[in-house]
């Protein structure tokens, strides 16, 4: 008989920090509230449940041989005022920062990244957050694992090139029209990339 299980994975945990069986129903909020009483809260922690032994045996499979790495992007908002829509650069962002980390955050929860979407089969794994930092502009960062070393010039430029459609015109897209930021002061509609770009340029790193 197989009970379902989480496995908890990071960037910098590899291949993975644990495998917890599950005796009860699934929450995702509860089991978070419950891990982190028994372990440090790590950057990128993810929390993947499987409710069926090949999700579980897939998932260990693509973890043993994983590499991740850290894509990172400028965003810019439109901000409501009472004369009308103004548009505003990252930098112009970082009081309103952790307002839209924060909405970001409950946006991936509820519309989780589809690693599918990205059109790379080596691709098993997508993890998309605002990074704030102080004296930084807010930036997007989105992590994503391989099941691999690494993969040629050409597919990189296709991965890129489809995460910028995914943030501009589709899974991105719901975030920015759906989910307005308030901080109290004013609302902001995030975009992604840099203000006046039609495409997201993003930078590359080996975690």
Same mark, same amino acid.
């Given at each position: ?11 910098? @945990? !590899?291949? $993975?920090?644990?495998?917890?069986? $599950?005796?009860? #129903? ?11 009483? +028994?372990?440090?809260? $790590?950057?990128?922690?993810?929390? =993947?449940? @499987? ?9 260990? /499979?693509?973890?043993?041989? /994983? ?5 990172? /992007?400028?965003?810019?908002?439109? %901000?409501? #005022?009472?004369?009308?829509? &103004?548009? $505003? ?8 920062? +952790? #307002?839209? +980390?924060?909405?970001?955050? +409950?946006?991936?929860? %509820? ?11 080596? =691709?098993?794994? =997508? ?23 690494? !993969? ?20 991105? %897209? ?6 307005? @930021? ?7 509609? =995030? ?6 770009? &039609? %495409? ?5 790193? &080996?975690?």
């Amino acid at each position: 008989m197989y009970d379902p299980c989480v496995i908890i994975f990071n960037s910098s @945990c !590899i291949p $993975l920090r644990h495998i917890v069986t $599950l005796q009860s #129903t699934y929450d995702e909020a509860e089991f978070k509230q419950w891990y982190y009483t +028994q372990y440090h809260e $790590l950057d990128d922690d993810q929390f =993947v449940y @499987c409710e069926s032994r090949e999700e579980r045996d897939a998932l260990l /499979a693509h973890l043993k041989q /994983a590499r991740a790495y850290r894509l990172e /992007a400028p965003i810019w908002a439109e %901000k409501e #005022t009472d004369d009308g829509i &103004e548009d $505003l650069p990252g930098r112009l962002l970082r009081r309103a920062g +952790q #307002t839209i +980390q924060s909405m970001f955050a +409950q946006y991936v929860g %509820k519309h989780p990244f589809a690693a599918s979407s990205t059109g790379n089969s080596h =691709v098993f794994h =997508v993890h998309p957050s605002i990074r704030v930092s102080a004296g930084n502009d807010p930036q997007l960062s989105v992590v994503i694992w391989l099941d691999k070393d690494d !993969i040629s010039e050409r597919e990189w430029n296709r991965l890129l090139d489809a995460m910028s459609d995914i943030m501009i015109a589709g899974w991105g %897209k719901q975030f920015t029209e759906d989910y307005p @930021c308030d901080n109290g002061d004013f609302r902001y509609w =995030v975009h992604f990339g840099n203000l006046g770009d &039609e %495409k997201v340029e993003f930078s590359v790193q &080996e975690i």
